[in-house]
């Protein structure tokens, strides 16, 4: 009796995969030296494969995600079924983010390297990416957390972070910046200056206008990174520059070093003011 062709084989495209007492097999075989012995198990991980999930996985090269795995212990498992150098293999279901890709709108899985769009390893018929975004879990020595990723994937950019490192070793803040075309770009631009309407940047020691070396503008606004002993952060640069004060801030210290509390204060003159 002829058995049961399901598909061409998807491993050495030569012979056809028949359902068998094992499970589901390629037939081709002209020589001991010349034959492909590919095969898809009756059952993986006490999940019963049918007709329709080896024929999805010998179409496609993979099964949609199931969540009826078990382990040996008893613990289910959620995976697809894929077809990797010539063997039928497990690949885990990751953990997705809430905001969708912003390029193409697939699922935005948490990878152990970083986080990558579904489509990431999806090719086009001419072998390019259907979609370009990954974003590493590390950039530029700081760890990017998920937080920071959910507002970069709804925003297109981050909050202003500190903590990242360049080549040369010398630390800096930046906001991370999402492009149309995928890429990851750095945007130390925390707000437009009050004065001038040009971009307040975080220099090494303050926060400066991008037009204090324009001759025409020559613009001195600048706003100290660390006043009576206390830093200041981009978002009170931020809420400084957009409502000419900050709420009360505690950590400021006298001349004597008591703690004290106080507010900053964009005067007329555009100086800075501790009240």
Known sequence: MELRKIGICPVCGKGQIVVGTLGYSCNYFKTM???????????????????????????????????????????????????????VVPRFANKTLEH??????????????????TN????????????????????????????????LLENRETPFMSGFSSNSGESFAAKLVLTSDGRIS?????????????NIYMGKKAYNCSNYKNETIKCDFVIWREMSGRKITPEEVLELCENKETKILSGFHDKDG?????????????????I
């Open 186 to 198: 750095f945007d130390n631009t925390i707000c437009k200056c009050p004065k001038c309407d040009g």
């Open 258 to 274: 008591n703690p004290m509390e106080r507010k900053l204060i964009l005067n007329d003159d555009f100086k800075i003011k501790l």
């Open 33 to 87: 030296d010349d034959k492909c012995t590919f095969n898809i198990y009756h059952t993986y991980w006490n999940k019963t494969i049918t007709e329709d999930i080896a024929e999805q996985l010998i179409t496609k090269g993979k099964t949609e995600i199931f969540h009826d795995f078990m382990k040996k212990d008893g613990t289910p498992f959620s995976a697809a079924l894929v077809i990797e150098s010539g063997k």
């Open 120 to 151: 990431y390893n999806e090719k086009n018929t001419d072998g390019t990416r259907k979609c370009k975004l990954y974003i590493p879990r590390t950039i530029a020595k700081r760890d990017i957390p998920i937080q920071a990723i959910e507002a």
């Open 100 to 117: 969708p890709c912003p390029l193409c709108g697939g699922h935005i899985e948490v990878l152990l390297s970083g986080y990558a769009c």
